[in-house]
């Protein structure tokens, strides 16, 4: 627990401007500790304040070399399966998109972000499971050209993060910074950090 | 060794005809095996054939689990040092750009994309040597709004060859794809694979 400066003062608040609930991700799951961490990083980094996680063979214990402390930033829910995350995230109001690799999949620049989104990612063997497909409001792709079949899990988040983030700030407008009510409540949170 | 079927010669030609050369990567002391593989996995999922390769501490050992195959389709150029590499590209007529953690760094939606292209991603730990940032023609980075620092470098090198590659065959039109004794060059290579 740090001492609040006022330049630590002004670099939550600098973040917490730039943080959103509008993008969310989910997680079912991905096993692998590496993965969960750096999927959180690139969470962090885009400003994607909430993560979903529904786990799978192994339990969630995202590497923290490789997370770079981003846990402790974020807003982190287990959900026992998969029907109970999704049952939440509609309760919120976010559509929901799960990545599919094949022609069903709308590519990624043209997915609809006129309301809140969530974006599931699955299994590095799997990939989503057939119950998480048939849940989804839609699939989405990130369009590939050579011989490799997907690509890294976190690497496949990334890229969404980083694009839906940039595309919903337009399309979202004033829709897409958390509320003061909820900066207040992340806020609380970061100062017990 | 596989038998050349119609079919798996027109999924080569479909492949061939989605590769380009205007994009370009450079990897100088990219160490761990995994980022390794990971950047060559993305590399032939967005279509850019080929990647330059500056070692470090360690020997460039691409993990195969990680890879997917994918270096099997890439051509992979080792260099020994930066200016070596720099001045190779250089000659082809790559205009070069440097990952850079700072406001110096052209955001990657801003990359002027009018002439072919070389991205350098730089070590785990140190970021790109002061030669690597002198030598570069410009510097860049993919935005960040969170607390950690930078990203994992395979997931910087994902998000930029996917941006690039899309923003690249507008600019570019008809410079974009691979010549025809670019592509002929290519399979070549493929087909003794
Ligand atoms: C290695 S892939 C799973 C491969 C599995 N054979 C399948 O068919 O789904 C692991 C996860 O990464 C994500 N992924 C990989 N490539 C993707 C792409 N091009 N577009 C969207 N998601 C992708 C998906 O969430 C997928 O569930
Ligand atoms: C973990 S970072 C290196 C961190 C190091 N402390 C530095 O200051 O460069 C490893 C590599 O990932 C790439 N990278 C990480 N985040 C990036 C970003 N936001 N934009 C562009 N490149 C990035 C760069 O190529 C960098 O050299």
């Given at each position: 627990w740090e001492l609040l400066t006022p330049q630590r003062a002004r670099r939550l608040v600098e973040v917490l401007k730039r943080r959103t609930r509008y993008i969310t991700v989910v997680l079912e799951a991905v096993d692998d500790g590496h993965n969960q961490a750096a999927v959180l990083r690139s969470a962090d980094a885009f400003g994607v304040q909430e993560v979903s996680i529904v786990e799978g063979?192994?339990?969630?214990?995202?590497s923290e070399g490789v997370s770079k402390g981003a846990h402790k930033w974020l807003t982190i829910r287990k959900h026992p399966d998969i029907h109970a995350a999704v049952r939440f995230l509609r309760e919120q109001g976010y559509r929901i998109w799960a990545s599919r690799l094949d022609d069903n999949a709308v590519p990624l620049e043209a997915v609809d972000l006129s309301q809140p989104a969530a974006f599931l990612f699955g299994n590095?063997?799997?990939?989503?499971s057939e119950e998480a497909l048939a849940l989804a409001d839609g699939s989405f792709i990130v369009p590939m050209v050579g011989?490799?079949?997907?690509?890294?899990i976190s690497v496949a988040a990334a890229i969404t993060l980083y694009t839906v983030t940039r595309r919903a700030r337009e399309v979202a407008g004033d829709r897409y910074p958390l509320t003061t009510e909820e900066q207040r409540a992340v806020l609380q949170t970061w100062l017990r950090t």
């Open positions: 063979r192994a339990s969630f214990s995202p590095e063997h799997a990939g989503l011989f490799v079949q997907s690509l890294n």
